[in-house]
């Protein structure tokens, strides 16, 4: 369609139907019920009937969306066809019955039919009256488009309503999928389906009594082909978000969700305290013994916060492998992570975390092989000249000096108990607010004040957490060395002590020329001066000889070392 010419032609009174024009429509339901499905088939046969009627108009296709809203145009699938059919100048003209059929998102109805007028073509909304192809088009579809965006919040918030209510009132809500019940529709009550119900109580039972982990309680039911209410496999998260659910021991539970916009149609989970929760056995009939129920949960929240602490604690991980938290790659300042290279020979690899995350687009450092690392440091430890004997006797003094901080232990807890103490006044502080006994200019800067408290006293109890560390890893070395264990085991625990960093970057941009910056000793110490134990020194590594398809090739470091003394 020549945009040009159609519009000259409508500004002398023609209209669309007196033109000749290649013509589809587009129909689209947003429910699969069968009433809709009724009102679809009338539309397409309706409109198809319509365009076949003019003569002077050539009958295309139809696209159909069913069962998808309108919000949102990313999952209707021949909407999006059919946009890029309009590209390939497949039609002139798209009929729909309305704007709200076309979209309910005012920007996408804009976006898409100024997209669609680029292309040559133009959309007419016929219970509207709006031609996209009139120069007036985009205001009068603006405000019919803002008012059926607006009709679907409005739904939106109607249905909210009637859900509240219904929960106040204690109906049992969208559990038709829940395992182990099914609904009786005449009464709203849960029925127990025997079958589903005894796996469950087999769950409780090995979580709760026999102490088995999820992962392992997942792959029995796996291996026994058992299968979810879905037809799936069973995985981790269902089984968890089963032994927090309170139906199963005859207790209504409602709110656990809301929506968060009507227009992406995003769910947050509330938190438990926010939870509708009260024992209703009359119309929910527990499948798992209250006892059961708490003691199965009890070991679930113990887990979870057991898990969470030590991803928070990150000196866990610091030390984990030997080589952990010290690779860093000079281009992003990330850690590398390490990643299993070669299965038979049980070599690993260093990758930048950079990388891992975002692809070889966002970092190209070269990786780094463990087996190479080793061989390297081994060399710089020969050229130290070590001698355990003597070792021992200087990390003994050192060791002493750490012993001066005598109680770490109870230092750690006297600043947990002052961080749980500006909790609690943080709460205090909370509640004068909402009172009004507090302006809100006065809340913001103590609360304010509090959490920089909080962050200093962490920041102390980090140090004293690595001064534990350091200390025990003294000991242990002190241990190995007086021993004279043998020499991969000592060599393994002076690397913990011994290294501090390794900045990894590439030579002349080669992948296959690493240059390697080894700082060893602490180098947190600002009045220790980093002293080189020598310059450069190059090493060379043939890679791919073991692997049938991967050529042959060599790598190249170059490597600096400084003493920080």
């Known amino acids: 369609m020549d945009l040009y010419l159609v ?40 409109f198809e009937k319509y365009i076949k009627e003019n003569p002077n108009w050539i009958y295309v296709k139809s696209y159909v969306d069913e069962g998808i809203t309108g919000t949102s145009d990313i999952k209707r699938d021949n909407f999006m066809k059919m946009i890029e059919e309009a590209r390939g100048d497949k039609f002139d003209l798209i009929v729909t019955k309305e704007i709200s ?3 309910r998102n005012t920007l996408d109805s804009i976006k898409y039919t100024r997209k669609l007028l680029s292309y040559g073509v133009a959309v007419f909304f016929v219970n509207d009256n709006i031609n996209t192809a009139m120069p007036d088009s985009e205001l009068r579809l603006t405000i019919m488009a803002s008012m059926a965006q607006d009709e679907i919040r409005r739904l939106s918030e109607r249905v909210k309503f009637g859900m509240n209510r219904a929960i106040e009132r204690g109906e049992i809500l969208g559990n038709d999928m829940l395992y182990g019940y099914k609904k009786e529709k005449e009464t709203g009550k849960l029925l127990i389906i025997m079958e589903e119900a005894k796996i469950i109580r087999r ?6 009594i026999e102490k088995l982990s999820l992962g392992n309680i997942v792959k029995i039911l796996n291996e026994e082909n058992q299968k979810t209410g879905m037809g799936k496999r069973w995985c981790i998260s269902t089984i968890s978000r089963m032994i927090e659910n309170p139906k199963y021991k005859g ?68 030390n984990r492998y030997l080589y952990s938290a010290k690779i860093i790659c000079q281009e992003h300042h990330k850690v590398f992570h390490r990643r299993l290279f070669r299965k038979k020979d049980r070599d690993y690899t ?9 692809g070889k687009k966002s970092c190209d450092s070269p990786n780094i092989r463990e087996s190479e690392l080793d061989i390297i440091f081994q060399d710089i430890f020969s050229t130290l000249q070590i001698n355990p004997e003597e070792i021992v006797e200087i990390l003994m003094n050192y060791y002493k000096k750490i012993d001066v901080h005598a109680g770490i232990e109870e230092q750690i807890k006297r600043k947990e108990k002052e961080i749980d103490s500006i909790h609690s006044k943080k709460e205090k502080l909370l509640e004068l607010s909402l ?34 560390e350091k200390k025990n890893l003294l000991k242990e070395l ?27 970057s590439k030579i002349n941009n080669s992948k296959n020329k690493i240059k390697l910056n080894i700082l060893l000793f602490e180098g947190k110490n600002q009045n220790l001066q980093e002293i080189p134990l020598f310059t450069q020194k190059d090493y060379e590594f043939r890679r791919g000889y073991d692997t049938k398809k991967t050529r042959r090739y060599h790598v190249f470091y170059q490597v600096q070392c400084y003493l920080n003394l």
Request: include cysteine; aromatic fraction near 10%; hydrophobic fraction near 30%.
């Open 7 to 46: 519009r000259k032609q409508l500004s002398m009174g023609t209209s669309l139907t007196d033109m000749p024009l290649r013509v589809v429509d587009y129909a689209r339901v947003s429910t699969d019920h069968q009433e809709q499905k009724k009102s679809l088939r009338n539309q397409i046969e309706h």
């Open 101 to 103: 059929r076309f979209s």
């Open 203 to 208: 769950i409780y039972e090995l979580y709760g």
């Open 251 to 318: 207790y209504y539970c409602g709110k656990k969700t809301e929506i968060v916009d009507y227009m992406s149609k995003k769910v947050r989970y509330r938190k438990k305290k926010d939870w509708i929760i009260y024992e209703d056995k009359k119309r929910i009939p527990p499948i798992i013994e209250e006892e059961l129920w708490e003691r199965a949960n009890k070991r679930l929240i113990s887990r979870k916060k057991a898990f969470q602490k030590r991803k928070e604690d990150k000196s866990i991980y610091k």
């Open 350 to 358: 260093w990758v930048c975390s950079e990388y891992l995350k975002n």
């Open 435 to 468: 009172q009004g006994s507090l302006s809100n200019e006065e809340f913001c800067e103590r609360n304010t004040n509090y959490n920089e408290k909080i962050k200093n006293i962490a920041k102390e109890m980090n140090q004293l957490k690595n001064t534990k």
């Open 478 to 504: 002190i241990k190995e060395l007086k021993q004279k264990v043998n020499a991969t085991s000592t060599f393994h625990i002076m690397m913990n002590l011994v290294l501090d960093s390794i900045v990894v």
